[in-house]
Nanobody, 123 residues
Framework: QVQLVESGGGLVQAGDSLRLSCAASGGTVSSYTMGWFRQAPGKEREFVSAISWRRGSTYSADSVKGRFTISRDNAKNTVYLQMNNLKPEDTAVYYC????????????????WGQGTQLTVSS
């Protein structure tokens, strides 16, 4: 069973960049499709981006396309979310998740979740 630990969140200003990390243990990220999700205050958790285990294909929500990039380093067993041109509406708790399914934005397909890391973007 894989354990996921997110890090890298914090308080930034609009327009700034930040990179989140998700370190996996008890499994290898190369065996899973890895996803990032976020939950803003008072809102449901939503899909952000995912990267497949087989070919490293990626899929991102329209709201972050062109600004966020997901990647993984199999040697470090870590997945990253590079976030550029951050906006106040990106403020949320960001969660890393893993699934043995293919590239999917569906939360129900992800069996393993991290505890989340808070990102706050001030205007």
């Amino acid at each position: 069973q894989v354990q996921l630990v997110e890090s890298g969140g914090g308080l930034v200003q609009a327009g700034d960049s930040l990179r989140l990390s998700c370190a996996a243990s008890g499994g290898t990220v190369s065996s899973y499709t890895m996803g990032w999700f976020r939950q803003a205050p008072g809102k449901e958790r939503e899909f952000v981006s995912a990267i497949s285990w087989r070919r490293g294909s990626t899929y991102s929500a329209d709201s972050v396309k062109g600004r966020f990039t997901i990647s993984r380093d199999n040697a470090k067993n870590t997945v990253y979310l590079q976030m550029n041109n951050l906006k106040p509406e990106d403020t949320a708790v960001y969660y890393c998740a893993a699934t043995t399914s293919g590239l999917t934005p569906l939360q129900t397909q992800y069996a393993y979740w991290g505890q989340g890391t808070q990102l706050t973007v001030s205007s």
